[in-house]
């Protein structure tokens, strides 16, 4: 029973773990850009209606970004100073666990051991997506910041935990807005 509890508590956690992991994040910007004077924004709708998702999706995703502007103080206008843009991809990833534990030969009798044996392999599928999110200077036409947020997306059909992860997508993807080098 030690053995066996060694083996799963373990193997437990790295799955909690697991389940709980939170968007990878990165972006750049341009050097030259002065970020201070950017207050207002609007979507590009352009570029928005080039992403392929769902159209449900792209008015979730909009509406955690105009969250997320509001809360930083940025105004949505007709005149903006920055254009909006958002770009996804997504793929399947597939995972594979060998799962080998026991003895060898099965419940029995066995020189070397005496118990349960388990021989498989459990394999997983999940969706990783990336959203894009791109920052354009109106007055020179230019892209002056893109972030880009990278996480497992949820197959739930839970409407409400859909909304939540890709607040959590937009939230963790606009911290890194704007770059540090912005308040020097």
């Known amino acids: 029973m030690k053995k066996f509890k060694a083996l799963v508590l373990p193997m437990m956690a790295i799955l909690f773990l697991?389940?709980?992991?939170?968007?990878?994040?990165?972006?750049?910007?341009?050097?030259?850009?002065?970020f201070n004077s950017y207050k207002t924004y609007a979507f590009y709708?352009?570029?928005?209606?080039?992403?392929q998702i769902s159209d449900l999706d792209k008015k979730r995703i909009l509406k955690a970004i105009d969250a997320e502007m509001s809360s930083r103080g940025f105004i949505k206008s007709e005149n903006p100073d920055i254009l909006v843009?958002?770009?996804?991809?997504?793929?399947e990833r597939v995972d594979i666990y060998n799962n080998f534990w026991g003895g060898r030969y099965g419940w029995g009798?066995?020189?070397?051991?005496?118990?349960?044996n388990y021989y498989g392999n459990n394999v997983s599928t999940r969706t990783e997506?990336?959203?894009?999110?791109?920052?354009?200077?109106?007055k020179n036409k230019e892209l002056v910041w893109q972030g880009k947020g990278v996480g497992t997306l949820s197959n739930s059909r839970n409407i409400e935990k859909k909304?939540?992860?890709?607040r959590?997508?937009?939230?963790?993807?606009?911290?890194?807005?704007?770059p540090e080098?912005?308040?020097n």
């Open 18 to 34: 697991g389940s709980c992991v939170s968007v990878r994040v990165a972006s750049d910007y341009d050097r030259e850009a002065d």
């Open 45 to 51: 709708k352009t570029g928005i209606d080039k992403a």
């Open 85 to 91: 843009s958002i770009f996804t991809k997504e793929k």
């Open 109 to 116: 009798w066995n020189p070397y051991y005496w118990g349960p």
């Open 129 to 138: 997506g990336s959203l894009y999110i791109d920052l354009i200077d109106t």
């Open 163 to 166: 909304e939540e992860r890709i």
């Open 168 to 178: 959590e997508f937009v939230s963790q993807i606009l911290q890194k807005y704007p």
């Open 181 to 183: 080098l912005a308040s």
